[in-house]
């Protein structure tokens, strides 16, 4: 880990080239009602200027690609920002789930398309300092003009917390960072985006947004529409809502020494879940990411994490990691 993109991270801003970016259009006179019946937000409420948090799920309603969604450029259909590596994979995907009568198609535009995270408390000035005058809000949109090539911007949550994703060409990204660069902006490895995630609660790629859990296990409430219509999943997702059946939630962990992913959670000697994700933050110390079984992943409770490098005693906190406890 860099230890002073992380500082410039919590104090100035920083900029990271997303890895495998995927980047789907859905297009046709179908395709809201595509895209309604497979993903779990109410995708009527996308508008210009706007995007949209929502899960693609499996019949059983475990998590298959995250997406932002926003109206492609020209407003005449969808484009869908999914999960870095899932951008082919889905496409496939959606292929197989077009019917006859749909009048849809989808296009992956993964290899032609580039992303950039912006972040950190001076990120809207360093952004205004190169250029932008006009920064979304939250869940807003705006479009950039990128050095020889039209851009967008997207105001979200993601790897690093509240920030700003910049997609566009190969070219005019590799030239935005260089005037974030110049203007004092520092750039991210992948081991320094890691620890930033952990703490900041963000469930991550091939962690914890995989098939093996479900949007709600994953904290990833506000991506879900309770009053929506039938889509893939949904009967799953309505009852764990309804009756409150969420069996397992992803929590934080602080620890006394470093552990593994894949390491057991023990509670009173009894197994409530597994490590996810873990790192060694300069600010926290030994964290980790865990899903836990209820009640287990309540704040407080005393925790043993082993595994076969050895153990470590914790409790679960809430996330983002509080500075204190």
Known sequence: MDHFSYQTALTGTVCYRVPQPGLLRIAGEGRLDFVQRQTTNDVRLLAPGRTLL???????????????????????????????????????????????????????????????????????????????ETLPAPDEVVSLNLPGEPGRLLAQDGALGQGYLALGGQNGLELLVQRLTEAGAATLDPDTVEVLRIEAGIPGPARELTDTYTPLEANLDRAIHGAKGCYTGQEVIARQITYDKIARRLVGLRLDAPVSVGATVLVEERSAGAVTSAAISPRFGPIALAVLRRPHFAPGTPVRVTDAAGEANGIVVTLPFPVTL
Do not use: K
Request: proline letters at 6%; charged letters at 20%.
């Open 54 to 132: 929502t899960v693609l799920t499996s019949p059983t309603a475990r998590i298959l690609d995250v997406w932002r969604l926003l109206l492609s450029p020209d407003d005449e259909a969808l484009d869908a920002i999914t999960l870095p590596a899932r951008g082919s994979i889905t496409a496939q995907y959606l292929a197989r789930r077009i019917f006859f009568m749909d009048r849809v198609t989808v296009s992956d535009l993964s290899a032609e398309s580039a992303q950039l995270w912006i972040s950190g408390p001076t990120a809207p000035h360093t952004l205004r300092q190169v250029g932008f």
